[in-house]
């Protein structure tokens, strides 16, 4: 089996560190509380919302991403994929630089910074928990690398992604959302990660 997963607010949760950095810059109040699409839809209602949204992602992606964390369950079913043989292909579309970020944060290198710190890149060493991890500079780049794969799955929070028009048809698509349901009745919508572990590797037992 072969399996892709996306990156961010798929592997990687930003939602307590994207609200912190907001309250940072004084753009929502200390009492604030919502889940990171409702973050968005809320600063996308003030003035310079976009500027505001972007500048909040680019410091929540770039230096404040070790404030972040793996969803709960990511990372036993990525080792019981690694038990498994399974192999695992994390594709993400990222910026190279966090916009508006006057550090210029290198986004990529702190992402492999951080999933290294998490033991889950371990880069030239067979005990990495991931067998490949590409950086896509568009969209469509992407769909490309998904269909290049030849993935049996792919899993995405951006039901955009996997109902894209250029999704490979041959590749199971799955939406990972906590709060909504995928709008193509052909996708399947999982909440957690241990429900994509019962869905793709049920009764697993440790030899």
């Known amino acids: 089996m072969k399996i892709g997963i996306d990156l961010d607010n798929t592997i990687i949760n930003y939602a307590e560190v994207l609200k912190s950095v907001a309250q940072s ?3 929502i109040d200390k009492s604030w509380s919502g889940s990171k699409e409702e973050l968005k839809l809320f600063l996308k209602t003030k003035e310079h919302g976009r500027y505001l949204w972007e500048r909040v992602q680019g410091l929540a992606y770039g230096k404040f991403i ?11 079913f990525l080792w019981l994929c690694k038990k498994r043989q ?3 292909h994390v594709i993400s579309h990222k910026t190279i630089l966090g916009h ?17 710190a998490k ?3 371990k880069k030239g060493s067979p005990d990495s928990l991931i067998t490949s991890l590409t950086f896509c500079n568009t969209r469509e780049q992407k769909l490309e690398i998904i269909k290049s794969k030849n993935l049996d799955y ?6 955009e992604i996997i109902n894209h028009p250029n999704f490979p048809q041959s590749t199971q698509k799955i939406l990972f959302a906590q709060n909504t349901v995928s709008k193509n009745l052909k996708s399947r ?12 590797i049920p009764n697993y037992k440790i030899s």
């Open 25 to 27: 810059l004084n753009i």
């Open 66 to 76: 070790f404030e972040a964390s793996l969803f709960p369950g990511v990372f036993r």
């Open 86 to 88: 399974i192999e695992v």
């Open 100 to 116: 508006h970020d006057p550090e210029h944060f290198l986004l990529r290198e702190q992402a492999k910074k951080f999933l290294t």
């Open 119 to 121: 033991e889950i890149l």
């Open 154 to 159: 792919f899993i995405d929070d951006l039901d």
């Open 189 to 200: 919508t999982i909440a957690s990660w241990q429900d994509l572990q019962t869905l793709l």
